[in-house]
């Protein structure tokens, strides 16, 4: 499920990717599995890290912070 709630990872997603859809073809995953990163679950992208990171030249660090304020938000909210 897509909210419109705005949040890191949802951006980080839609800045490198393009698309839910993308990451997903690009990682060889399901869209679900990317919709429940964006959505609450955000460790679950870190498996997929040296992909992401090297494979389509993210900074590490830039992954890592989308995913520490998804959980940020998720303990406060």
Not at 45 to 52: F, N, R, S, T
């Amino acid at each position: 499920m897509i909210t419109d709630k705005p949040n890191a990872v949802r951006g980080f997603i839609i800045t490198h990717f393009g698309t839910f859809q993308n990451m997903a073809d690009k990682l060889n995953v399901s869209v679900g599995a990317v919709s429940v990163w964006a959505n609450g679950k955000p460790r679950g992208m870190l498996k997929y890290a040296p992909e992401i990171c090297f494979t389509h030249e993210v900074d590490p660090r830039e992954l890592v912070n989308a995913v520490q304020m998804n959980l940020d938000q998720i303990n406060v909210g």
